[in-house]
């Protein structure tokens, strides 16, 4: 008696008919973005693997209940979006936190746009990775000798400069 979604078309209340039900021997939990028939909902995408909540606004559903007033609120976000993005690229070659900045603007597209929240998720992905790699202990004892070689090449350059152009007063030493 089951039918697939395809068969029974984009009609929702049939669709939902049309999936068996716990009693019926699905032990399948439905999950955050699908109906108690676990039919994704309206507008949520699919998920992927590691996701833990599924792509799509974040609005308020009576915002999304009203077309004109969801375009309104997704302009708003874009703009709002832009503006720190924007402030955040400006900081980049300044002293402060362009990064920091350009992330939250990301964040704020993220609660209305999917192709947001897929970018900071996998920007996420990526920082998870390198901060891991990062901690390792043959990267940091690496890391600690190059940095320690860095700093005697440093240093001796600094002492040949000094010597060698007489920028100290010599009645220091």
């Excluded at 077309?67 to 402030?87: C, D, K, P, Y």
């Excluded at 900071?120 to 320690?148: D, Q």
């Amino acid at each position: 008696m089951e039918r697939s979604l395809v068969e029974v078309g984009d009609q929702p209340e049939r669709a939902a008919a049309a999936v068996p039900s716990s009693a019926e021997g699905s032990s399948a939990a439905p999950g955050p973005g699908t109906r108690s028939s676990g039919i994704p909902a309206e507008g949520a995408a699919p998920r992927a693997e590691g996701d833990a909540k599924p792509y799509g606004s974040k609005a308020p559903d009576f915002i999304k209940r009203s077309r004109s007033l969801h375009l309104i609120w997704r302009i708003g976000i874009f703009v709002a979006g832009f503006a720190v993005v924007g402030t955040g690229v400006i900081l980049l070659p300044l002293p402060g936190p362009g990064w920091v900045v350009i992330f939250g603007g990301m964040a704020i597209w993220a609660s209305e746009f999917t192709w947001a929240q897929a970018v900071l998720r996998w920007t996420k992905r990526k920082v998870t990775r390198a901060t891991r790699r990062a901690l390792r202990p043959e990267t940091r004892r690496r890391n600690i000798a190059l940095a320690s070689a860095a700093l005697v090449v440093v240093a001796v350059a600094t002492g040949t400069l000094i010597t060698r152009f007489g920028l100290l007063d010599r009645s220091v030493f």
